[in-house]
């Protein structure tokens, strides 16, 4: 497993130009202080990996401030501190020690399901942690799966393509709704039907189909949409914002839809963008569309093999990448899910990987997606995440292999560096205490297994290439935080 080496460029500035700087190349840490009530400015350098940064302020091991930095990209970094605990007391004079804490994620193949050569998967999305739904685009119906016994359950419309009510035409992407009643609708885009297709499974065990949009430019019409995706649910609105990718008018709209009961949801358009092109505000034969817990929207403009955001209302926001191989740039990038935690995942489909981006569009790290039993590297089309920490893509048929869906599970690589540091009760009067490179108290390592001690786990280890830290599973050393890193 790779590393995450996060190396303090300047550790700690702090006013009136006093710095507490760090040696890059031999990674020593040096002390500093500052007077009661003064902000403190962090200035540190992410150099190998981006990574999930939170800085703690402790002193004899209690942590007393926690300050979330959130998901960081490559390079230098500034955070302020207002020099108070959680509470917003200001710290006392006394020495302390600051944790410079950064984690990312690797992801390790955990399932391969196989498909039969009557099934080609295309969109994915989860019901439950164990529980899918998957469009089979090439024969026409929508399948679910359960991961934990591999079988399959109700399939929703025939083998043929149709255009009758609960018939579909190569579906494509799919999302799910769940009410406050607990009856989920399947939001299917039938793609060669152009149109919209709603499989409403009620609580009581009904099913029951819904549909609207037809061929065209106009409002309500669609040419070959390729996906869909919806906003967090609304409790005012009594449902959800709906988004279709139009890919065949290089658009989105997006719709209110407000749902009552097991019954039609009324949709109403709120807005298009979009139109053929390379500027920020044009798509050009764009293929996925996924909504992130703020309500971010993000397209995967195929065509033009980037990545855009976009806020609920349309607006531009951020794109990134370029036609190519390298990090962050893409080979006709397929489908986009976003997970509980802001990370953003793109199936990267010539290139036969995924990449994965914070918030902001940097990106983090990518990932060949290989099928077992030999590894052989094949092509995602579809990238779904669940609430667990979990990935999953989709592959359609070849010549050589058939379809399959894989499954990775994260886990976290972290490190950290401890600054000791004082403070006064003037303003920076008093000379710093001796450096040191230790690991702060309560990160000395792993205790001896006990009734309350964590107990190391295979795989986990401590020290190496100058590093304080080195684990993959660092809830067993820092119990305070979480171990389920998508959740």
């Known amino acids: 497993m790779n590393k995450l080496l996060i190396f303090l460029f300047m550790a700690v500035l702090f006013l009136p130009l006093q710095a507490l700087a760090a040696n890059v190349a031999n ?23 981006p990574a999930n940064v939170s800085i703690d302020i402790s002193q004899d091991d209690p ?48 399932t391969s399901q196989v498909w039969s050569h009557f099934c080609v998967p295309h969109g994915i999305v989860f019901d439950t942690e164990t529980c899918y739904f998957a469009t089979n685009a090439d024969f026409n119906n929508v399948i679910t799966f359960f991961t934990d016994s591999e079988e399959c359950g109700e399939i929703y419309g025939g083998t043929s393509p149709g255009s009758a009510l609960g018939e579909f035409n190569t579906p494509r992407g799919i999302t799910i709704v769940k009410d406050r009643d607990g009856n989920r609708y399947l939001v299917v885009a039938d793609s060669l039907n152009h149109r919209i297709q709603i499989i409403v499974l009620a609580v009581n065990g009904g099913t029951d189909y819904y549909a609207f949009g037809s061929e065209g430019s106009g409002a309500f019409q669609f040419q070959k949409p390729y996906d869909v995706a919806v906003s967090p649910w609304d409790e005012d609105l009594n449902g959800c914002y709906l988004y279709v990718l ?32 390379s500027g920020d505000m044009d798509l050009y034969v764009p293929e996925g569309i996924a909504v992130g817990p703020d309500g971010s929207v993000y397209v995967a403009d195929t065509g033009n093999h980037r990545l855009i955001k976009y806020d609920c209302n349309g607006n531009f926001l951020a794109k990134t990448g370029a036609k190519g191989s390298q990090l962050g740039q893409f080979s006709r990038p397929t489908d ?3 997970s509980n935690n802001g990370l953003v995942f793109v199936a990267d489909k010539l290139n036969k990987r995924v990449q994965y981006f914070t918030e902001s569009l940097d990106v983090m790290k990518a990932w060949e997606t290989k099928l077992p039993p030999d590894m052989t590297v094949i092509e995602p089309v579809s990238v779904a995440a669940t609430g667990q920490g979990k990935v999953f893509i989709t592959r359609a048929d070849n010549a050589a292999f058939y379809p399959a869906v894989l499954g990775y599970k994260a886990e976290r690589a972290f490190d950290f560096r401890t600054i000791p540091f004082t403070i006064t009760g003037s303003s920076g009067s008093e000379e710093p205490v001796p450096g040191t490179d230790e690991p702060a108290p309560g990160k000395e390592g792993p205790e001896e297994p006990g009734d309350n001690s964590p107990v190391p786990a295979a795989g986990c280890r ?15 050393f820092l119990p305070r935080r979480k171990n389920s890193p998508l959740a």
């Not at 020593?28 to 150099?47: D, T, Y």
């Not at 108070?84 to 690797?106: H, R, S, V, W």
């Not at 890919?247 to 807005?271: I, M, Y």
Request: include cysteine.
């Open 246 to 277: 139009d890919t065949g008018n290089c658009r989105v709209q997006q719709f209110e839809a407000t749902f009552r009961g097991a019954g039609a949801p009324h949709l109403d358009l709120v807005r298009e963008w979009g139109q053929k092109g």
């Open 27 to 49: 990674e020593n840490v040096q002390p500093a202080n500052f007077a009661a009530g003064e902000e403190v400015s962090i200035r540190f350098e992410l150099r190998e990996s």
């Open 336 to 338: 986009i899910a976003v």
């Open 462 to 476: 401590r020290g190496g290439s100058g590093m304080l830290f080195s684990v993959v599973c660092c809830s067993l």
């Open 63 to 110: 942590v007393l401030h926690t300050i979330p930095c959130g998901l960081l990209g490559l390079g230098t970094h500034t955070v302020t501190w207002d020099g108070k605990d959680a509470q917003g007391n200001p710290l006392p004079p006394g020495e302390y020690i600051m944790d410079i804490i950064g984690d990312t994620y690797e992801f390790q193949l955990e």
